[in-house]
């Protein structure tokens, strides 16, 4: 059977579908959206800088409701804020196919255009481009290989309104997941769908769903498991569910454990040092305009941290943190840093804070020097060598500000800055230590054209590359427009994955009705209306990459000393282990880039040292690279680091 619910003929509860559109223009506008200029609508080349007078544009049908008393009264920005309101309320027509095909093609004809300008082994490229049966609003890669997908039933098929169901109470506030095999390619029998539990949430309807985990926080465990937290219990503007889920990659299924004290929509996952993840922030279940400044932890004290596949935490508790976390806005950037605190870096300038996880307590930090709000947008560990991250670049979330910020020995300092401002990107870590931003928007469902205007500015295609020096460089263009609920992680190969964005892949879909065949898990058939897309990063087309042939299948402790073997052994200069990403709304705590001592050689073997403590690199499963000396990586072997080895 299709996975999209049927739309309602009438709306049989009271609130039950109040207005979703208006609800998130509404949540939008709390967030801080406030129109400001945005860049031209063309992709920006090497040499050239962004342009960032352009007026921003307003779409004709918020332009209708603009009323003259309310600009008089309030001010052009405020009065277009009520205006955009008014419109969202009001609800637009039909989105035919037509449209959708035709913007396909005009992406992928312009994809292909402007990319005959990047050089791949300068620039990288991007090659394939296929369809997937979830959106990616939340990504995993897990210890298997296989990459966890998991979003939300879709209320609507245009992209001029609201897909997800944050109003929605009952049976279709459901949450959805599959699993994503890249050995088995593109098709659909290369997806597998794993459901989560069926909870009957404590709405009063008394209507059991998947859980509906969508807006949540998620961070891994030491066994590889995926710990996830909260999710949208509906209504009042994104309320915030008390769910407490562990997803176990061993054997691709889920565990609900006791509900947290609290709800949460939109909090922050971040495993430290001891194993144990930290879970912050997130609008409470009182609804939006109230996240919850109680910090809690999983597993609770008195209960073990998991380090074995067969360990799976079943009834475990979480237990409150004895300091809170005040955040006034949701899904702040959390790091464990290699002195074994917790770094919350906040959307407010001021609200910057260090977490001791064995003291249980919360120390300030510098108020961060742009003295700015950065809406959802990235921050990345930066590479520490054989001991760790020591420091953060911030960098996204700042429409109308490309400057990027180092937090480092409790200060801050600017680094050189990104060619324009944008939003709701994603900055990853490659194998070779460099970084790399991808997606983009101007706002929140805000492409450059207006909220809810699916038709983007180019340049938030345009991917961005930083190399060692930290200097920053525009490169070619992903074919999809990816803003709110993007993602992109790296494969063990060292391709990226790229997905993510309802709206647009809603938008853009060749067959929104079509269904398939052959997905495991399912009973019938199924839509494909999400889309993933891999992007060869430039050490993919520079030569040979090295060999790496066997890792240990046992976990390793931390800094000793353990085998490997490779058939280029002459290739191999560097060796790194690579955090595998978890991430949703540009959020990624996960990743982590910790250089290893290669300590001897003898043929084909070489010994490694493993990282000196788990401050450096906290117990868990990362993907073990060797590159040449030129930065060119190895495919990954999955290694274990654990305390107890």
């Not at 109680?294 to 004895?322: M, W």
């Not at 990459?545 to 353990?562: C, E």
Request: net charge neutral; glycine share 10%; with cysteine.
């Amino acid at each position: 059977m299709s996975l999209s619910p049927p739309r309602p003929r009438h709306r049989s509860r009271a609130g039950r579908r109040l207005s979703a559109v208006a609800t998130a223009v509404v949540c939008a506008l709390t967030t801080g959206t406030v129109l400001a200029a945005a860049a031209p609508a063309v992709a920006l080349v090497p040499g050239h800088g962004a342009d960032d007078t352009a007026p921003h544009v307003t779409s004709p049908r918020v332009q209708a409701e603009i009323r003259d008393d309310e600009v008089a009264a309030l001010g052009q920005e405020h009065a277009e804020e009520h205006a955009r309101m008014r419109a969202a309320i009001r609800g637009i027509g039909d989105y035919p196919q037509t449209t959708r095909t035709n913007r396909l093609k005009a992406l992928t004809d312009s994809q292909t255009t402007t990319n005959a300008g990047f050089d791949p082994t300068v620039f990288g490229a991007f090659n394939e481009y296929f369809p997937s049966p979830d959106f990616g609003d939340h990504i995993a890669l897990l210890p298997t290989g296989k990459v966890l997908l998991f979003s939300f039933e879709r209320i609507e098929t245009n992209p001029e309104k609201e897909p997800a169901p944050t109003q929605t109470t009952g049976k279709e506030n459901a949450g959805r997941a599959f699993l994503w095999d890249p050995a088995k390619g593109s098709g659909p029998d290369a997806f597998k769908k794993v459901t989560p539990p069926v909870v009957d949430m404590p709405d009063g309807l008394n209507e059991p769903r998947p859980a509906p985990f969508f807006c949540s926080g998620h961070s891994f465990l030491p066994n590889g498991m995926l710990g996830v937290f909260g999710g949208n219990l509906g209504g009042n503007g994104g309320t915030g569910a008390k769910l407490s889920l562990v997803f176990d990659p061993w054997t691709e299924t889920w565990t609900r454990n006791p509900d947290m004290s609290v709800g949460r929509w939109y909090p922050s996952v971040v495993t430290g040092a001891d194993g144990r993840q930290l879970i912050m922030s997130g609008q409470s279940e009182l609804g939006w305009g109230t996240p919850t400044p109680v910090v809690e932890r999983f597993p609770a004290k008195g209960y073990p941290v998991p380090t074995l596949k067969s360990e799976i935490p079943k009834n475990t508790p979480v237990d409150r943190f004895k300091a809170d976390a005040p955040f006034s806005l949701d899904y702040p950037h959390l790091f464990s840093l290699n002195d074994g605190n917790i770094y919350g870096f906040g959307r407010q300038a001021n609200e910057q804070w260090k977490f001791d996880p064995v003291a249980e307590s919360r120390s300030d930090l510098a108020a961060r020097p742009d003295g700015r709000k950065r809406n959802y947008g990235s921050a990345v560990m930066l590479p520490g060598g054989v001991y760790g991250p020591d420091s953060a670049l911030v960098l996204g979330g700042d429409r109308d500000n490309p400057s990027t910020l180092r937090f480092s020995n409790g200060s801050w300092t600017a680094e050189k800055s990104r060619a324009f401002g944008r939003t709701q990107d994603d900055t990853i870590l490659l194998p070779d230590g460099k970084l790399m931003t991808v997606n983009g928007a101007y706002d929140i469902r805000d492409y450059g054209n207006g909220p809810y205007n699916p038709n983007a500015d180019l340049k938030y295609r345009q991917i961005e590359l930083r190399d060692a020096q930290g200097n920053w460089k525009l490169g070619p263009v992903q074919r999809l427009p990816r803003g709110y609920h993007s993602n992109a992680v790296v494969l063990p190969d060292g391709r990226v994955m790229v997905t993510g964005d309802e709206l647009q892949q809603l938008a853009n879909n060749p067959d929104i009705d079509g269904t398939v065949s052959g997905v495991p898990g399912t009973t019938g058939p199924i839509n494909m209306n999400g889309t993933i897309e891999i992007y060869e990063p430039a050490y993919l087309h520079q030569g040979n990459r090295p060999s790496l042939d066997r890792a240990p299948t046992t976990p390793v402790g931390f800094d000793k000393k353990f085998l490997v073997t490779t058939s280029t052994p002459e290739r191999a200069a560097k060796a790194v282990l690579l955090a595998p990403t978890t991430s949703t709304h540009s959020v990624n705590t996960s990743q982590r880039h910790v250089e290893l001592r290669i300590s001897s050689r003898a043929g084909n073997r070489l010994e490694l040292q493993a990282p000196p403590d788990a401050k450096a690199a906290p117990p868990g499963w990362y993907m073990l690279f060797l590159l040449n000396d030129q930065g060119v990586p190895s495919v990954a072997q999955w290694v274990q680091l654990s305390s107890s080895a």
